[in-house]
């Protein structure tokens, strides 16, 4: 799609939000082997997931594990940790987080020396949502209530695996 569409090999800003394989797109998007190194990457991250946890929607088979259908409640995306982990293996630095929608990344090499933050995504602790908590998003989003607590630990069972996915 970037070459047909002549974007540049290191476009300022790329943002991905497209609710179920947004980690999956990243990494492909950054592999070795793509000529494009944007500056910097939006992702949307969801702030359902644990954030001690690397969780992603397992697209694996390049496609949501749902299929066709709309995607369960509160599945989708990837956890903030995950992004970050992501990020690093691919020579990107988180440098903020938006409550509740998405995580900037930025290309290492751009980043001052000594200028990172000093202490990650810890900054960010509180930017996800707990089980039976009430979370109160930025930009006038509504109030999101983790809902039952089983029936969301078997989605995730589901449709969602560690990142880095261990294979085999």
Partial sequence: IFRKHRVPEEPDLVSIDIDS??????????????????RVVMIEYNR????????????????????DEPFPDGIYGASLRALAKAGKDRGYSVVWVDKCFDVFLVRDDLICPGEGLPLGIEHFRDFVVKPGDSHKCSGGGDDWIAGNPDDFERRLATFVVEYPPRFG
């Fill in 21 to 38: 394989c947004d980690l999956w797109v990243f990494l492909a998007l950054t592999d070795a082997s793509s000529p494009f190194r944007p």
């Fill in 48 to 67: 359902h997931l644990d954030f001690d946890k690397s969780l992603t929607v397992d697209c694996r088979s390049d496609k949501p594990p749902w299929g």
